[in-house]
């Protein structure tokens, strides 16, 4: 099975960025969709933005366009989010997962980073 590495995660003040790195272990298929999720203490996971391999085109969540972009590296099957101008309502557990449709995620999750963003 595939295994998802996040890294890239840590501490930052409001309006800050972080850079998410999302290594895959394996080669993805054109069919497949990554997608990075979060879950905050006392919520339910929920979609943020994906990507899909076979041809780069986008999906976001609202809260996060516009400040957020998904990018890949066919060569190193990684995956990245650029989060720029986080707030509070940021932080939580980032987990990359791949899938085959936008919001939809797979079986198989990595063991996620954790992003705090402080005021």
């Known amino acids: 099975q595939a295994q998802f590495v996040e890294s890239g995660g840590g501490l930052v003040q409001t309006g800050g960025s972080l850079r998410l790195s999302c290594a895959v272990s394996e080669r993805p298929y054109s069919s497949h969709v990554f997608g990075w999720y979060r879950q905050s203490p006392g919520k339910e996971r929920e979609f943020v933005a994906a990507?899909?391999?076979?041809?780069?085109?986008?999906y976001y969540t609202d809260s996060v366009k516009g400040r957020f972009t998904i990018s890949k590296d066919t060569a190193s099957y990684t995956v990245y989010l650029q989060m720029n101008n986080l707030n509070a309502e940021d932080t939580a557990v980032y987990y990359c997962?791949?899938?085959?449709?936008?919001?939809?995620?797979?079986?198989?999750w990595g063991q996620g980073v954790q992003v705090t963003v402080s005021s």
């Open positions: 997962n791949r899938g085959t449709t936008p919001g939809d995620p797979g079986r198989y």
């Open positions: 990507i899909r391999w076979s041809n780069g085109r986008t």
